[in-house]
């Protein structure tokens, strides 16, 4: 038995030995489960992965109106017609800006998870360690 946990403990050391951001608060929550500060009686709590994102799909990305010409940068356009066209553009940019920040987001999400995962890896470890010196007493 005391071999078994030992080959357990080693591959939880090894799943710690990843780096640890150490200005964030631990996300794993430790709590003993009786009034003694007994160690092995230390309940972690695995964290919980953000919701999947995915991109929402853009607006098209507006077509250039036949009376701008770009290569000598001159345009017979109405103000209307401009005006239709650069409202289109705003529009997808800002769009683009929504799905950046969103994307943003999502990543500091997964980047917080790591490192929650990482903090409930720890507190397993310790757990483990504290409840194979109980039974080495």
Aim: with cysteine.
């Amino acid at each position: 038995m005391k071999t078994i946990v030992a080959v357990g403990i080693l591959t939880l050391v090894a799943g710690a030995a990843v780096a640890q951001d150490k200005t964030t608060e631990p996300a794993a929550i430790v709590a003993s489960s009786s009034s003694t500060s007994d160690p092995a009686a230390q309940v972690c709590t695995a964290p919980s992965a953000p919701t999947p994102w995915s991109p929402e799909a853009l607006p098209a990305k507006p077509g250039i109106p036949s009376c701008l010409n770009l290569k000598t940068h001159t345009s017979t356009c109405s103000k209307t017609v401009l005006d239709r066209y650069n409202a289109a553009v705003e529009t997808r940019n800002n769009a683009l800006s929504k799905q950046a920040t969103q994307g943003n987001d999502y990543v500091d999400a997964l980047n917080h998870y790591t490192r929650a995962v990482n903090d409930y890896n720890n507190c397993e470890v310790h757990r483990i360690n504290a409840a194979v010196q109980a039974l080495n007493k």
